[in-house]
C-alpha cells in the first residue's frame, strides 16, 4: 500500500468496534460530464506519470467485460500526448475529443439502451479496443467490513456460489490502497458472476446486483470498493474537511501523530521483540506486528485518495454503502460528517444527486435489562437525519438481522434485499415498500404518549408476539423506564408506564442490541428514534 506524504493527518479513534480486518435530479447531461472531468483533471494534474506521455493510457475501470451506464452519457477518459485528437466509438455511438496540456483526455459518448454486447474503441496516438462491453446499471457497492464482507462468508454460501451463473452480471474490485497521494489507477478487472468470481466478491454488493437484475432484466455492473474497519473520514478529500471547519481537532491529531511517525522503525523493533521471542522458547503470545497507521484506513482521505479516486467519473446509477460501526464513538460528529462524504461525492462525480442508499447499523453486542444510553443508537440517529439533509437518500434498517456476539451478520441476502427495495422503488418505477415506517411526532398527555408515524405501509404491527416490544419513557427527570405500548391507529402507538405520571419522553429500540419487534404490515423494520434530544454519550463536551 501506498504511503503518499503530501498530508500530514491523523485521528486517534475514539470507540470502534474490533473488526477483521428517487428519481434523480441531475444536472444537464452533457455539462455534468465536462465538469466531472474538469474536476478529476485538477485533482491529477501533479500526478506523478500524468505529463506528456506518447502511450495512449485507460484507467482499469474500462477494460473487457465491463458495464456502461444505460440511459447516460458515458464518460471516457484516459490520458495520451498533450494535444491528441481522442476519437471514442461504443456500439454506433461515437465521440471525439482533444487531450488537454497535461494529456488527459475526456470525452461523452451519447447514451445507449441497455444491450450489448459491444466494441469500446478509443483511437489517440494508438487504438485500444475493449470487448464484450455491455450496457445497463451501474452502482458502487461501499463501506467498511460489512460490506466487503463475501458471499462465501455469507449464508449459504456454497448454494450461493453453486448458483452464482449471470453472464450478465460484471464485478470489479479495487484493492485497499490508503494513502495521502491522489491516485489516477489501481489493478483490477471486470469478470462475470459466475460460482468462482462470486465467492470474494462484497455478498451485499452481490445480493443486490442480482435482485436487480432479476427484476429489470438488465446488466448489472458491480463496483466493490469497500474497506473493513474503514473511518468514514477516510472517504473524504483533505481540503474538504479543512474547508469544513468541524474538523480542525481530528486533522490536528493526525498532523501531530504524523510528524514524526516512522513505520519502519516499529517494524525493526518489533521484528526485534520476535526474535527475541522466539530464542525465549516463543513463551506468552507472540509480539504483535504493527500496522501502518498511515496507510491505514482510518487517516483522512486516505481511502479518497487511494481507492475512490480512480473511480470517479466513470457514469454510475448510485451508491450503496454498509458502513458506521468505526464512528460508532463519535457519533454526534456523524451527524455532519456523514453527509458531507455523501455531497462531496456527489459533487466530484459531476452527476447531480445520484441515489446512495445505506444500511443502518444491525444490533449487536448483548442485550441489556434497563434502559441506558447507547453509542450506537446515537449513530443510527445520525444515519436516519441524513435523509433529512440531503434528496434521494435512503436507509435500510436491519435492526432483526444482527447477531449480538459477531458484528459481521451472516444474513446479507436479506440486507441487500432491503436495499434493492430502496432503488427499485426510486430509481426504476416500482410500487412496492421500501421504507421502514419513521418517527413523526409525539403529544403527551393524561399521563401517556401518543406518537405518530409516517412511512407505515399498510399499518404498524408487530413481530413474533402481539405484544410491543422495545418502548421506554421518562418524565422530566430523564430516567427512562420500559413501557407498556399498544397501536391505536394505523399510524398511532400509545405509550405509558405506571411509574411515569407525566411522562415527556419517549424512545425506541434506543439500545445497542434492543429487543424490539414493531413493524410495518410488510415486515420493514420500525426506524429507532427518540422524541427528545437530551445529550448523549457521543456528544462533545464543551
Known amino acids: 500500500m501506498g504511503r ?36 478529476i483533471a485538477s485533482c491529477l494534474m501533479s500526478l506523478p506519470g500524468s505529463t506528456a506521455q506518447a502511450e495512449l493510457m485507460m484507467p482499469a475501470i474500462f477494460g473487457d467485460s465491463m458495464v456502461v451506464q444505460r440511459n447516460e452519457p458515458v464518460h471516457i477518459w484516459g490520458w495520451t500526448k498533450p494535444g491528441q485528437e481522442v476519437s471514442v466509438q461504443l456500439g454506433d455511438r461515437a465521440a471525439k475529443g482533444k487531450a488537454d496540456d497535461e494529456g488527459r483526455f475526456d470525452v461523452s459518448v451519447p447514451a445507449l439502451p441497455a444491450g450489448g454486447p ?19 446499471e451501474v452502482w458502487i457497492c461501499s463501506g467498511q467490513s460489512n460490506m466487503a464482507w463475501a458471499v462465501q462468508s455469507a449464508n449459504d454460501a456454497d448454494l450461493e456460489s453453486l448458483s452464482a451463473d449471470y453472464p450478465e452480471i460484471r464485478l470489479i474490485s479495487v484493492p485497499q490502497v490508503g494513502t ?25 454488493g452481490y445480493f443486490f446486483g442480482r435482485q436487480l437484475h432479476q427484476t429489470l432484466d438488465v446488466p448489472v455492473g458491480l463496483i466493490d470498493n469497500a474497506w473493513g474497519g474503514s473511518a468514514a473520514e477516510a472517504w473524504i478529500p483533505r481540503d474538504v474537511l479543512e474547508a469544513d471547519g468541524k474538523y480542525e481537532s481530528m486533522l490536528a491529531g493526525w498532523d501531530k501523530r504524523m510528524a514524526n511517525y516512522d513505520f519502519d522503525a ?33 487517516r483522512p ?21 454498509y458502513q458506521g ?6 457519533a454526534y460528529e456523524y451527524r455532519d460528517l456523514f453527509p458531507l462524504m455523501i455531497q462531496t461525492w456527489r459533487d466530484k462525480w459531476g452527476q ?21 444510553d447507547s453509542s450506537w443508537a446515537e449513530l443510527r440517529e445520525a444515519q436516519t437525519m441524513t435523509m433529512s439533509r440531503l434528496p434521494n437518500t435512503g436507509e435500510a ?43 413523526r411526532d409525539a403529544k403527551f398527555e393524561d399521563n401517556k404518549a401518543i406518537v405518530q408515524f409516517d412511512h407505515v405501509g399498510g399499518g404498524l404491527d408487530t413481530f413474533d408476539v402481539p405484544e410491543l416490544i422495545g418502548f421506554t419513557i421518562a418524565g422530566e427527570d430523564q430516567k427512562f423506564v420500559h413501557a407498556k405500548a399498544k397501536i391505536v391507529g394505523k399510524d398511532t402507538i400509545e405509550v405509558s408506564a405506571e411509574s411515569v405520571s407525566n411522562p415527556v419522553a419517549v424512545r425506541y429500540a434506543w439500545a445497542d442490541n434492543p429487543v424490539c419487534n414493531v413493524q410495518s404490515k410488510e415486515g420493514l423494520p420500525m426506524t429507532p428514534f427518540r422524541t427528545d434530544d437530551w445529550p448523549g454519550v457521543t456528544q462533545p463536551k464543551d
Open 352 to 372: 447531480g444527486d445520484f441515489p446512495f442508499y445505506w444500511v443502518q447499523l444491525a444490533d449487536f453486542r448483548s442485550e441489556v435489562e434497563e434502559p441506558t
Open 397 to 439: 434498517v436491519i435492526l432483526n438481522l444482527g447477531e449480538s456476539a459477531d458484528i459481521h451478520p451472516k444474513n446479507k441476502q436479506d440486507v441487500a434485499k432491503r436495499l434493492a427495495r430502496w432503488a427499485l422503488a426510486k430509481d426504476y418505477g416500482y410500487d412496492i415498500p421500501y421504507r421502514s415506517p419513521t418517527y
Open 266 to 298: 516499529m517494524v525493526k523493533s518489533w521484528e526485534e521483540k520476535h526474535r527475541k521471542w522466539v530464542a525465549d522458547g516463543r513463551k506468552g503470545n507472540a509480539p504483535r506486528r504493527p500496522r501502518d497507521d498511515s496507510a491505514g484506513n482510518h
Open 301 to 321: 482521505a486516505n481511502i479518497y485518495n487511494g481507492v475512490l479516486l480512480p473511480t470517479i467519473g466513470y457514469t454510475i446509477r448510485g451508491s450503496i454503502w
Open 118 to 136: 459491444y466494441d469500446l474503441t478509443v483511437k489517440a496516438d494508438e487504438t485500444k479496443t475493449f470487448t464484450d462491453v455491455l450496457v445497463g
Open 180 to 204: 495521502q497521494e491522489p491516485q489516477r489507477d489501481f489493478k483490477g478487472k471486470w469478470t462475470a458472476a459466475t460460482p468462482d468470481t462470486v465467492k470474494d466478491f462484497s455478498a451485499v
Open 4 to 39: 503518499g506524504s503530501d498530508y500530514a493527518a491523523a485521528e486517534v479513534p475514539t470507540s470502534h468496534p474490533t473488526h477483521g480486518e428517487t428519481p434523480t435530479m441531475r444536472t444537464p447531461l452533457p455539462t455534468r460530464f465536462l465538469l466531472a472531468g474538469i474536476a
Open 325 to 330: 460501526e468505526s464512528n460508532a464513538g463519535r
